[in-house]
């Protein structure tokens, strides 16, 4: 994220035409590969022309976390597979195991699967699902966050290292003390202070921390009344970038009359899926609100918040999850999602990029997939 952020000081924005990206062909061991589609990738079942084209067709990828790093735009996704549970609203379905890295050098060139970067094996302390993974950098370093279950089936988030953006990486022993929930996103501020993004509703378990501990018997969804909604969480990083510095806070999101947005307020309020950008000297917190299936945008002046409703980026792709990234590239910025276009199944789910745009204000244009 920190050489995302030298970018993002000095990119204009332009109005541009929407880049298609080239597919990549699987690979499960670190050799990496580069290819397009060929003739047997699974048959598109969109029923009309979709926005973007999948960046991966030989393996299933969500989630997408995409940086610049050393000149090179590498993309961080999960990785879904098909494991034979069924549908339930905790998410149980989602059953990853490891993690491709992948990487292109310019927004529609060629993509390279890098292999895996991490497997849950290679992880001590996980039980199951390896879901949103999240980058950064600093100091010669690479750093992977992951949520993932641990023994106790509590979602916790952990950290990995490598020496290149590529890894492989290597799991630290245990998770981020005092961490919870899901969906780390790591930003790096231009005063060089790095700050993580996390929580999740349902499944990602963030309903069961209201009381500072976890709650096993707390609902499985949170309140749908008019109360507070329950808002995601940021704390500061250390400069070794793999604990807490500092205790985790509750962001507040407001309406346009400076009040908490409601948890009845579905099509506002938080669900998961954060990702914190920064344009102009403004912070623009961005989020998907799960089962009404947008992605919105709040802004504020300081990246703890609070920060305030602003509109919808995303209006609902093909499948149940939305999820994305931000970033600059050269001189344009770009939405990294993801939809169902290849599998038609909310489980198996595809890449995608395409551009965002922003009125004179800095306000961001609605996209409609």
């Known amino acids: 994220m920190l050489n995302s952020l030298k970018l993002k000081a000095s990119v204009p924005v332009l109005a541009v035409s929407v880049a298609l990206l080239g597919a990549c062909q699987s690979n499960t061991s670190k050799q990496e590969t580069t290819t397009t589609a060929d003739a047997s990738a699974p048959a598109d079942t969109a029923a009309k022309k979709p926005l973007s084209q999948p960046l991966v067709r030989d393996i299933y990828t969500a989630d997408p976390s995409a940086h610049v790093f050393a000149g090179k735009i590498y993309i ?186 409601l948890a009845s307020d579905n099509n506002r309020r938080f669900f998961e899926g954060g990702w914190l950008h920064k344009y102009n000297g403004k912070y623009y917190f961005s989020y998907s609100t799960g089962d009404t299936h947008l992605l919105v945008y709040a802004t504020g002046t300081s990246p703890y918040g609070p920060f305030t409703y602003q509109g919808v980026i995303m209006k609902p792709v093909q499948g149940w999850t939305t999820h994305h990234s931000i970033i600059p590239i050269k001189d344009k910025w770009y939405i990294f999602y993801h939809d169902t276009q290849l599998s038609g199944k909310t489980w198996l789910r595809n890449i995608k990029v395409t551009e965002l745009k922003r009125r004179a204000d800095g306000s961001i244009e609605t996209i409609t997939p």
């Open 76 to 261: 961080y996704p999960s990785h879904d597979i098909e494991a034979g549970i069924p549908e339930n609203d905790k998410g149980d379905h989602f059953a990853m195991r490891d993690y491709h890295i992948l990487s292109m050098d310019s927004i529609n060139g060629k993509v390279t699967d890098h292999g895996v970067g991490l497997d849950i094996k290679d992880i001590p302390w996980a039980g199951r699902q390896l879901w949103a993974p999240d980058a950064a950098f600093k100091n010669g370093t690479y750093y992977l966050y992951f949520p993932v279950k641990d023994k106790q089936d509590v979602f916790r988030i952990g950290v990995a290292t490598s020496k290149s953006p590529s890894g492989p990486f290597k799991a630290e022993p245990t998770p981020i003390a005092g961490s919870y929930s899901i969906d780390p996103a790591v930003f790096t501020d231009t005063d060089g202070k790095a700050y993580m993004y996390f929580g999740g509703l349902w499944g990602g378990q963030l309903q069961r921390w209201q009381k500072g501990t976890y709650d096993a018997k707390a609902p499985e969804k949170e309140p749908n009344t008019a109360v507070p909604a329950i808002g995601p969480r940021v704390a500061k990083l250390t400069a070794d970038m793999k604990h807490f510095d500092g205790p985790v806070k509750e962001i507040k999101i407001l309406d346009e009359n400076g009040k908490p947005l």
